[in-house]
């Protein structure tokens, strides 16, 4: 059973971190590609980043500089640290994985979700 459970979601002042994890089980982590997306209220849900099996990075715009992603293959997590928060980030996170053919750094533009998590909502306000 794929299983996705997301967690470190609050409320945080406009300017400061959090960070979110994502526990991973049910399929072999090590060999796929994974990532987070969000949905803002009233909106469609957007990718965030995306990370390969080799730890191969590809920010959305809104998050170059700002947000970073990482794996931990021994504990099967893949964690996404929030830097210089805007209002405009409030919304629900999504850790998702792709179950499909294994990408590259070179295929990332590929990457489609299989599976993703109930999420975890992140605040940004004054």
């Known amino acids: 059973q794929v299983q996705l459970v997301e967690s470190g979601g609050g409320l945080v002042q406009p300017g400061g971190s959090l960070g979110l994890a994502c526990a991973a089980s049910g399929f072999a982590f090590e060999v796929y590609s994974m990532g987070w997306d969000r949905r803002i209220a009233g909106q469609e849900r957007e990718l965030v980043a995306v990370i390969t099996k080799d730890g191969d990075l590809k920010n959305s715009d809104f998050a170059k500089g700002r947000f970073t992603l990482t794996r931990n293959g021994p504990k099967n997590t893949v964690n996404l640290q929030m830097n210089s928060l805007k209002p405009e980030d409030t919304a629900v996170y999504y850790c998702?994985?792709?179950?499909?053919?294994?990408?590259?750094?070179?295929?990332?533009?590929?990457?489609?979700?299989?599976?993703w998590g109930q999420g975890t909502q992140v605040t940004v306000s004054s």
């Open positions: 998702n994985v792709d179950l499909g053919p294994h990408l590259t750094v070179e295929t990332l533009a590929r990457y489609n979700r299989t599976y």
